[in-house]
């Protein structure tokens, strides 16, 4: 069975961390490209970090440079978001994707975790 399961969100003060895990199964998860996108009320989903399937070449949205980190364990089929430093501005859904390109592509997502940020 496909399934992307995101966990790790909660409820922390700004300047506090967070680790967002999201386990894969149902696909193979070492020939995609793993992201996490976030989605605050009233705005559009956007993309907060992105690593090959190699697990190198990191990318990150401008706003989380410094503070986030994505990691990914293709032995474990998961991959991490660390979240440092903490703001209002990073509450929002956290969603897990799973992409690949090429002869059989695929774009997956989990049901997402959320993410609160305040005192």
């Known amino acids: 069975q496909l399934q992307l399961v995101e966990s790790g969100g909660g409820l922390v003060q700004p300047g506090g961390s967070l680790r967002l895990s999201c386990v894969a199964s149902g696909f193979t998860f070492s020939w995609s490209v793993m992201s996490w996108y976030r989605q605050a009320p009233g705005k559009e989903r956007e993309l907060v970090a992105a690593?090959?399937?190699?697990?190198?070449?990191?990318n990150y949205a401008d706003s989380v440079k410094g503070r986030f980190t994505i990691s990914r364990d293709n032995a474990k089929k998961t991959v991490y978001l660390q979240m440092n430093n903490l703001k209002g501005d990073d509450t929002a859904v956290y969603y897990c994707?799973?992409?690949?390109?090429?002869?059989?592509?695929?774009?997956?997502w989990g049901q997402g975790t959320q993410v609160t940020v305040s005192s």
């Open positions: 690593v090959t399937a190699a697990g190198n070449s990191p």
């Open positions: 994707n799973a992409r690949r390109s090429g002869s059989i592509p695929w774009d997956y």
